[in-house]
């Protein structure tokens, strides 16, 4: 009798590839697993939505080379599903063209009374996004939630710049606080406009923004040079525009920076040192802050490093 397969089975899958890639490196069973568990999804059938979530959600959680994610994300993205159906929305992932278009003043405001809080900026974002109809977060997605996350941890908060560590651990912390917010009542989009008005008033109205949002201006696809050109409201806004140069300075010594680059980055700001933590409990645990980073995780200073204008600031690249 032929085996059906369920998640449980294809995440224990996962964890035996990636068991064998931390004792046997670069080994030539790597490759024939990573095959034919992708050849078993690509094959497999009577998908629902909650097993779909779980296994991406494993896939993004996984300790797995991000080649090997991709491989095994593509298999479940080649998954046959009906047209237009929302199963293949979730599928897919939704995308958000500008996540910072929809995060409404009330949020802000909520978000920047306790900006070094990870947890309760989290779960303000994650529930925005649930509210959205948002079922299956991209990656990109995620990363420009983190951003906003960054953006009130250091630049509201004062605290250290965090290091790659301590940011793909604030990442994946997102994830999970994402995982247990209450989804939202009704389906969502496949693609979310940058102006939440193009999806019409009612729909607005319905997810609890209305008279709240700020519309784009029609020059908002370019980013605004200044801190100065945001609205007061919207202080993440221009940060979020451009997540390809998002958080460059929270990584001064990247390679991604040419060397003229990083001797312009100023030394980081006198901090008391926190531990970093490793685990992010989700939105039902009591919110409390989260110190993010460690002395030994921050950027060595560099003296007489000019300092920086503030449109600058908002000029980083990410990073995970």
């Known amino acids: ?27 030539p069973l790597i490759q024939t697993m990573t095959v034919s568990l992708c050849t078993k999804l690509k094959s497999s059938s009577n998908w629902t939505s909650q097993a779909i979530l779980e296994m991406v959600q494993k896939i993004q959680d996984s300790g797995l080379p991000d080649d090997k994610k991709k491989a095994i994300q593509d298999a479940m993205d080649a998954i046959g599903l ?17 996540f910072s278009n929809y995060i409404s003043k009330k949020d802000w405001s909520r978000m920047e009374e306790a900006p070094k809080n990870t947890v309760h900026t989290m ?43 301590a940011r793909k651990r604030l990442a994946n912390g997102f994830g999970t ?13 496949s693609k979310y406009p940058a102006n939440p008005m193009e999806l019409g008033s009612q729909w607005v109205i319905l997810r609890g923004t209305h008279n709240d949002l700020r519309t784009p201006s029609p020059s908002s696809s370019s980013m605004p040079s200044t801190l100065a050109q945001q609205p007061q409201a919207f202080p993440g806004e221009a940060m979020l ?36 933590p490793k685990n992010i409990p989700t939105p039902q645990t009591s919110p409390a802050p989260l ?25 980083i690249s990410y990073f995970i």
């Open 241 to 276: 525009a451009s997540l390809t140069n998002l958080l460059t300075t929270f990584v001064p010594h990247s390679p991604l920076l040419g060397a003229n680059q990083q001797k312009a980055l100023p030394a980081p700001a006198a901090s008391p040192a926190h531990p970093v």
């Open 177 to 189: 606080v994402f995982a247990g917010a209450t989804p939202g009542a009704m389906p969502g989009m």
């Open 1 to 27: 009798m032929t085996h059906q397969w369920k998640v449980a089975d294809y995440i224990q899958e996962m964890n035996h590839l990636e068991k064998l890639i931390q004792q046997h490196p670069g080994g």
């Open 291 to 315: 110190p993010l980073v460690s002395k030994a995780e921050t950027a060595p200073s560099a003296e007489g490093a000019p300092e920086i204008a503030p449109e600058a600031m908002l000029s």
């Open 82 to 98: 009906n047209e237009g159906s929302h199963l293949q929305v979730v599928m897919a992932g939704q995308h958000i063209e500008g």
């Open 123 to 165: 779960s303000i974002l994650a529930q925005r996004l649930r509210a959205m109809g948002v079922a299956s977060m991209k990656e990109a997605t995620k990363k420009q939630a983190t951003s906003v996350v960054l953006y009130l941890l250091v630049h509201k908060g004062g605290e250290l710049q965090p290091g790659p560590d």
